[in-house]
């Protein structure tokens, strides 16, 4: 796909008829500043341009302009730029509109004072400095899941937050989506009798998603690509294609492969409905993994592994199971995945839960939930704490796995038991400058 094509595609969907709705006046637009300009931050900032309340003033990415995203099509701050111009100029009578900046480099996005949030979608590794030093900033944030690289990071980040009294919405969609919230509503209200298994069914394998696999060698750096830059806290390593934009979560050094792409959302959704998101298991066993055979990615491929809570109730997490998540209890099931919904008894399907019941945070927009709170000062409905808890668990898998063994966890203190190998785990050494501090 060439330059012209992704910007007319891309345009096309953030053109849609909500933006034509610019009801609010230019002095009481929240003004965002996107830090990220790949698959997830363009999606992402077509999602908040449909939201009249906000005027996106910058732009930032590394990458100036270069393929190698989403199936190979081109990404960076200067696709992005174009797009918000351009979705901008059809409310003007002259067709035209310049008025997003550019920058490579996210502290000068963080030092401008009329910048009131973020939208932070970059690497996994590239996180948490970011997100701590804008909470700092004063921004409030909307930041893609998975939340961190490790435990440790998401911890400074949820404290970071925290302490500067910023809103932070976790890109963990599908706590916005009807059919989750009920599936949890069912297993929160006692529905399916006494919960004792919740099965997530996430993706194996690591797919290339950006079609460049094959080229794990080195290459020249593209131009206008700072990939010093994009390694930043990560170790030094030569640049090539495999190795970043979307394939980058196949490699450790940057993320955690499908168990920390997906743990973001089908863990997340059960420890919700188990009421433990504020919590977590006290053991990882029955561990299984099988990793990558590549020169660059080496992250679980074929995994599987049991979170034990201290309650009784088991979290599998696998590859092997039904892609969703499963309530089992001991009167009935429940199983809800992206569109689908089964149950049974199958009445469980239309259930609401009554007056006195327990009714779980209701958010039918994702973006519009984050902006909501940034106005309001409330909670938005997948606040900082509890997306750290919930990655936690997909850390947890990753270490028990690599270690090739069975770990006891402490929730409370978010450490292990007597077990100084894992703990060594829970944090990264950053290369320099970079430091989370």
Same mark, same amino acid.
């Given at each position: ?36 300009? @790949? /698959? ?28 190698g995203y989403w199936n ?24 035209? #509109?310049?008025?997003?900046?550019? #920058? ?37 944030? #909307? ?10 990071e998401g911890r400074a ?66 131009? @206008?690509?700072? #990939? ?10 030569? +640049? ?11 490699? +450790?050094? +940057? ?30 066993? /029955? ?15 074929? +995994? ?6 201290? /309650? ?126």
């Amino acid at each position: 796909m060439n330059r012209r094509t992704f910007l007319q595609s891309t345009a096309a969907l953030a053109a849609s008829p909500a933006l034509a709705q610019r009801s609010v006046s230019p002095s009481n637009k929240i003004t965002m500043g996107v830090i990220g300009c @790949g /698959n997830q931050g363009t999606g992402g900032l077509m999602g908040f341009l449909k939201d009249e309340r906000i005027q996106v003033v910058a732009v930032c990415d590394v990458n100036r302009e270069t393929p190698g995203y989403w199936n190979g099509v081109i990404g960076g701050r200067e696709p992005a730029r174009a797009i918000v111009e351009w979705n901008y100029a059809q409310a003007k009578r002259s067709g035209q #509109y310049k008025g997003c900046t550019p #920058y490579e480099d996210y502290r000068e996005v963080l030092a401008r004072k009329d910048i009131d949030v973020l939208f932070i979608a970059i690497p996994d590794h590239w996180h948490s400095i970011p997100v701590v030093e804008g909470a700092r900033a004063g921004k409030d944030i #909307y930041g893609e899941k998975p939340l961190a690289l490790t435990i440790a990071e998401g911890r400074a980040m949820s404290n970071a937050i925290k302490q500067n009294n910023r809103i932070f919405q976790c890109g963990s969609q599908q706590r916005s989506d009807a059919r989750f919230r009920r599936a949890c509503e069912i297993v929160r209200n006692g529905r399916i009798g006494k919960l004792h298994t919740v099965r997530c069914g996430l993706p194996g394998g690591a797919p290339d998603f950006g079609r460049t696999g094959d080229r794990f060698d080195p290459e020249p750096i593209p131009e @206008g690509f700072n #990939y010093d830059f994009w390694l930043g806290p990560a170790p030094e390593a030569p +640049y090539s294609p495999a190795r970043c934009f979307v394939n980058f979560r196949w490699n +450790y050094d +940057y993320s955690g492969g499908q168990v920390t792409d997906w743990g973001g959302h089908h863990p997340d959704i059960g420890q919700w409905g188990m009421g433990m998101e504020l919590s977590g298991p006290v053991a990882i066993r /029955n561990v299984h993994a099988q990793f990558a055979k590549h020169k660059i990615w080496n992250t679980a491929t074929d +995994y599987s592994f049991d979170a034990i809570y201290e /309650n009784g109730v088991k979290m599998i997490v696998s590859n092997h199971e039904k892609m969703g998540v499963t309530f089992e209890g001991s009167d009935g099931w429940v199983w809800v995945t992206r569109g689908e919904m089964d149950a049974d008894p199958k009445s469980l399907i239309t259930y609401e839960p009554e007056e006195n019941e327990i009714h779980l945070y209701k958010s039918e927009n994702h973006y519009r939930n984050f902006i909501d709170c940034v106005i309001s000062r409330k909670e938005p409905v997948a606040p900082i704490e509890q997306a750290h808890r919930s990655i936690t668990v997909a850390h947890l898998g990753n270490i028990s796995m690599r270690l090739g063994r069975e770990l006891r966890w402490d929730p409370k203190v978010e450490r292990f038991i007597d077990d100084d190998g894992a703990n060594a785990m829970l944090s990264r050494p950053m290369r320099k400058p970079w430091r989370l501090s």
